[in-house]
């Protein structure tokens, strides 16, 4: 059993004995290199293809992840159910610390995961799960970061007429549609979902991850840059939607930022001039973007503030991070924070950020 004796470095040498890996990809996030090794040739050309935009030669890796296809292991292990975020009732997710370590199982799929230190393992049916195996990856690079002193941030992220802009809002307002919509108008992308911060002089920068963008069926309608991610019977299917059921419908389609807008606009790194928080409501009152005082509006925080996770392992006792509200209020200090309310209207909102992008403040109403 690979799970006979619960000690990381134990299970690990297990599974990599067992299901040694015979090929790999060579990724570059910024200035953090990955190597992911796998025994499945099948699910290396899957991550190939994924993240096509971030290939890179082989170099000293500052992350190795060993990646193993296998059957769902049903291991009997004294797992703790991980509690759904507000506003979910599935349990996906079940945990186990071990010895320097951490195991994670997904309920739904059977993919487990096994971290610390410097291992860093996925097993189980990868390439049937290779959403899941993505996600893992980019935690590993989040990891990174925040030991490099990083803020993590629920947030999108574009660079347009040279300002770095994250876009946060509370559940469903739309962030990534409006990054989109900007990406359109000619922004560079920086990161679907998540940001990790970075305090450097006389700036905040702000590190993307290299997750697609996933959008409902009205993002892709309501965008024609997109309209080639929808076969013609789902553009009939969807168009016949009325706009509260689409904007409900939980369907999702990954979004190739390089097919669909030309290469070299997924940057991943820029300053961050200013934080755009949503805040509007489906109504037909005009859109409205407006500068804050986030010390005086900490209702807003909530929106951009990010829990680390169960894939996030501190190093040691003082490596874990500090997540209060003053604390990333001394970082955004460094940066405008604005608010939009109002109704929802896309157009007009982007117009808004690229006003403020152009002439460093909101548009006249």
């Not at 060579?26 to 190597?35: K, P, R, V």
């Not at 991980?82 to 309920?107: A, C, F, H, M, S």
């Not at 998540?194 to 590190?207: A, Q, S, Y």
Request: hydrophobic fraction near 40%.
């Amino acid at each position: 059993m690979i799970f006979d004796k619960l000690e990381r470095k134990d299970i690990v040498t297990r599974i990599r004995s067992e299901l040694p890996v015979t090929e790999d990809v060579h990724l570059q996030f910024g200035n953090c290199h990955i190597q992911v090794q796998s025994n499945s040739g099948t699910v290396i050309s899957g991550l190939k293809r994924y993240f096509s935009m971030f290939i890179t030669q082989p170099l000293p890796a500052d992350r190795i992840i060993s990646v193993h296809q296998a059957p769902d292991i049903s291991a009997e292990l004294p797992f703790t159910l991980k509690q759904p975020d507000p506003g979910k009732t599935r349990i996906k997710e079940e945990y186990l610390d071990i010895e320097n370590g951490r195991i994670v199982r997904k309920r739904l799929t059977g993919m487990m995961f096994i971290f610390g230190g410097e291992d860093h393992v996925a097993i189980g049916p990868c390439m049937e799960n290779l959403n899941q195996v993505v996600n893992f990856i980019n935690n590993r690079y989040i990891e990174w970061r925040i030991f490099q002193n990083g803020l993590l941030g629920h947030a999108a992220g574009v660079r347009i007429h040279d300002k770095g802009l994250a876009l946060a809002g509370f559940s469903g307002m739309g962030k990534s549609t409006l990054a989109l919509h900007l990406v359109s108008k000619g922004a560079d992308f920086v990161s679907n979902d998540r940001l990790i911060l970075e305090k450097t002089d006389p700036c905040v920068w702000m590190h993307g991850v290299g997750k697609l963008p996933r959008v409902n069926p009205g993002t892709i309608l309501n965008n024609p840059d997109l309209k080639g991610l929808l076969s013609q019977q789902d553009h009939r299917r969807f168009s016949a939607l009325s706009k509260d059921d689409l904007w409900n419908l939980e369907y999702k389609y990954d979004v190739p930022i390089d097919q669909c807008f030309g290469d070299n606009h997924f940057i991943l790194s820029t300053p961050m001039d200013a934080l755009i928080i949503l805040n509007w409501k489906h109504d037909n009152k005009p859109t409205v973007l407006q500068e804050v005082n986030i010390a005086r509006r900490r209702d807003l925080l909530p929106a951009f503030m990010k829990s680390t996770g169960l894939f996030f392992l501190p190093d040691r006792h003082d490596s874990i991070p500090d997540t209060s509200e003053d604390f990333y209020i001394r970082f955004l200090k460094w940066s405008h924070v604005l608010e939009i309310t109002g109704g929802v209207h896309f157009e007009s909102a982007t117009d808004a950020c690229i006003y403020w992008a152009q002439h460093g403040k909101t548009p006249p109403r």
